[in-house]
Every structure is written in structure tokens, then in C-alpha cells.
């Protein structure tokens, strides 16, 4: 695919969530049809969706159907098993390209190609046994997190160590999974830059954001961030150089920690992500949009902020508060259609103006 999609043209995205679900609001904006493909059923996306496919990933005939009726194919969901992507690209471009998603699926690749590129990242060490977890518990030391290698989401698949008598038990957590020590980061606060680069190389950034996490999970991002005109500018950098090495297209989230030092790279997502939410309502062109166009080989839209402001989750039981939060006075409410309340599910989140 070299020449622009023209508007009525059919994009897949593989996995039904959330993103996808506004990655397909904004293509329709745009007058692109989407088609998901999700193994579950209900899928948020499919709601506002012009076709959804309910099969696994090993369906090798409803592949090849998705792949056939598509002009392009991205993903929300980062664990697409490699042989459902070999058949689909083998009829229809995947964009993001296959590298970036098998060096994030993996941190300790992630780590080594991140610093690689000459980027900070913590102290690491692979871990796939007791031993090797004794030695790396004494190069590294404590405080350390233990955490999988793959399929982590949300702090699941993670177990903090303050002392070496913590290894037993967090290597327990692991349940045999292939797993990365990391060095606890002394950070002032977490940070995320949210990029996007089309097929011929232009690069825009959103304004970095400040996130909050409790529990493992994303609570609040905050524009603009608490940070230096330097630091803006490294982070800014930094995100251009990983997806200038990957030869990029799409969005791509970097999460970064702030420190004295500089800025720390915990970890990258090819993909739209919940800490670039606060776009939808703090600039002319969101994420999502600015996915699409980068897939699609439009030109990247103005990506600047016209306003503070600040993006709260709904999880679980905070769907309660929704009569409240719907009187609210410059807040943006976005629901993803989720039937089910459960704790630490994503149900939503609202987006205020900071005036
Ligand atoms: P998400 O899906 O929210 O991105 P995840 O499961 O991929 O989360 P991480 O981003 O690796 O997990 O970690 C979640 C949070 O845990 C981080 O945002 C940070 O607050 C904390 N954390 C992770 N690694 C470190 C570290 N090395 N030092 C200090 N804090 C850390
Ligand atoms: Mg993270």
C-alpha cells in the first residue's frame, strides 16, 4: 500500500476493546469503514463497527475472510499470536509493522533494544530460575519488581521485592512464567508521550501527559505534565528516535519515570493508549484519529493542546457516580459499552478542562 486510502475504505483491527472501539468511532469520522476481529463476544468495538468477525485467532478460515475484506489491518492488542499475523499480512499490509510488536510483547527484548538505541531504562537482568534470580538480586539489589516477560497488563504479572527474603515468593507469582527483574526506579513522577509517525517519516508528539497509577493501574493523566522545557524537549526526542529505529507507523506510547538524572523509559505500546485518552477533548486531533490517518497514509493532523486538562479513569464501582459525573460542567464522559461491572475493569473515563 503506497497511495492514501480513499475515504470508504475498509480498515481491520484486530481486538475488539475499548481502543478499538474509538479507533473505529474516529475512522467513521473520517468516512473509513472498520472491521473487528475478537475472539470474545460482545466486544466494545463492535457496537460502532461496520463488521465484526467472532473467532479466535487460530481460525485460520475467518483470518483469511477479515484479512481478504481489508485495505489495511492494525491491532488494540499487542498479543495477536504470530501465526494468525503471518496469515494476514501475507494478504494485507499490517500497520504498525511486525517488528514493534514483537519487541514490546517482550520486556526483556524491549529492554535490550530500548537501550540499545542509548536510552536509560532500569537496571535489568532475565530471570527464568531461582538461581538466576539470586544473582540478579545481587547485581541489582532491593527494592526490585519481578515481573513476566509477556502478556503483563495493568501491574498483573508483577511482584515487588524489598528484601532478597521476598525471591521465593515472587518467583511463586511468576507461576513458571519466563520473567525480568528490574531495578525500582526512584522516580518524582511517571510521564507519557504519546507519538505518532506516517509512512513517509513526519512525526508529531502529543503534548506529554502525567500519570498517576494506583495499583498497578492508570488512574489519572494531567496536561501539561510537571516538566522542564529540557525534559519536554528529550522526551519529545526520545520517542522520535524509537519510532524513527522501528521505521514506525501509527501511534506508539512511551511511559516514562522522571528522575534527577533524566528521563527513564519504562516501557513502550505500539498502539493508542489510555494515557493519550485526554487528546480526545485537549486538542483539534486526537489519538485515535491521528492513528488512523498515519495507517490509512494520510497527512498527521494538528495534534496541538488547546486546553489543560485531565483524564480520569472509571473503573469498576466508579460507573456509580454516574448520575454525578454526567452534571458535571466541562467534563467529557466516553463509556465503552461494558456490561459487566467488575472491580478493576475499565468501564470508561472522563476527560475535564482545567480552566
Ligand atoms: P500498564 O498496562 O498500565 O502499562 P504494565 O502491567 O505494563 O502496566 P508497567 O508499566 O511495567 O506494567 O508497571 C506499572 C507501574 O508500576 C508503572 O507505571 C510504575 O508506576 C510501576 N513500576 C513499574 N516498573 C517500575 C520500576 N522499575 N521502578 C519503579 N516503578 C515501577
Ligand atoms: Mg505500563
Not at 484486530?14 to 474516529?26: D, E, F, K, P
Not at 502478556?151 to 511463586?172: I, N, V
Not at 519536554?232 to 519515570?257: C, S
Not at 460542567?329 to 459499552?337: E, F, I, N, R, S
Amino acid at each position: 500500500m503506497t497511495d492514501p486510502l480513499a475515504p470508504g475504505s475498509t480498515i481491520g483491527i484486530l481486538g475488539g476493546g475499548q481502543l478499538g472501539r474509538m479507533l473505529s468511532v474516529a475512522a467513521a469520522r473520517l468516512g473509513f469503514r472498520c472491521h473487528i476481529y475478537e475472539p470474545g463476544t460482545e466486544p466494545p468495538a463492535g457496537d460502532v463497527a461496520h463488521a465484526v468477525t467472532t473467532a479466535p485467532y487460530e481460525d485460520e478460515a475467518a483470518l483469511r475472510a477479515f484479512a481478504e475484506g481489508c485495505d489495511v489491518v492494525t491491532f488494540e492488542f499487542e498479543n495477536v499470536p504470530t501465526a494468525a499475523l503471518d496469515l494476514i499480512e501475507a494478504l494485507v499490509p499490517i500497520r504498525p509493522g511486525r517488528e514493534a510488536l514483537r519487541i514490546s510483547q517482550d520486556r526483556l527484548t524491549e529492554k535490550e533494544y530500548l537501550s540499545d538505541l542509548g536510552l536509560a531504562v532500569a537496571p535489568y537482568a532475565d530471570v527464568s530460575d531461582a538461581d538466576a534470580l539470586a544473582r540478579a538480586l545481587t547485581d541489582i539489589g532491593t527494592p526490585a519488581i519481578l515481573k513476566t516477560r509477556r502478556f503483563g497488563y495493568d501491574g498483573k504479572g508483577q511482584a515487588r521485592l524489598t528484601s532478597p527474603d521476598d525471591a521465593e515468593g515472587a518467583l511463586k507469582d511468576m507461576q513458571g512464567a519466563p520473567a525480568i527483574l528490574e531495578g525500582f526506579i526512584d522516580f518524582s513522577h511517571e510521564v507519557s508521550v504519546i507519538a505518532a509517525r506516517g509512512p513517509s517519516g513526519e512525526v508529531a508528539c502529543f503534548d506529554p501527559g502525567e500519570n498517576v497509577h494506583r495499583e498497578g493501574i492508570l488512574r489519572t493523566t494531567t496536561v501539561p505534565a510537571r516538566l522542564s522545557a529540557a525534559q519536554r524537549t528529550d522526551a519529545v526526542l526520545l520517542a522520535g528516535r524509537i519510532l524513527n529505529a522501528l521505521d514506525y507507523v501509527g501511534v506508539l506510547g512511551v511511559e516514562l519515570f522522571v528522575t534527577p538524572q533524566g528521563l527513564v523509559v519504562n516501557e513502550i505500546a505500539p498502539r493508542v493508549h489510555n494515557s493519550g485518552h485526554w487528546t480526545q477533548n485537549g486538542c483539534t486531533v486526537d489519538q485515535f484519529e491521528q492513528h488512523i490517518r498515519a495507517i490509512v497514509g494520510w497527512p498527521l493532523g494538528d495534534g496541538s493542546r488547546h486546553a489543560d486538562v485531565t483524564m480520569e479513569n472509571l473503573i469498576g464501582d466508579d460507573m456509580d457516580r454516574l448520575p454525578e459525573l454526567a452534571k458535571e460542567v466541562d467534563t467529557a464522559l466516553h463509556l465503552y459499552g461494558k456490561r459487566d461491572i467488575k472491580p478493576g475493569r475499565k468501564m470508561g473515563h472522563v476527560n475535564r478542562i482545567v480552566r
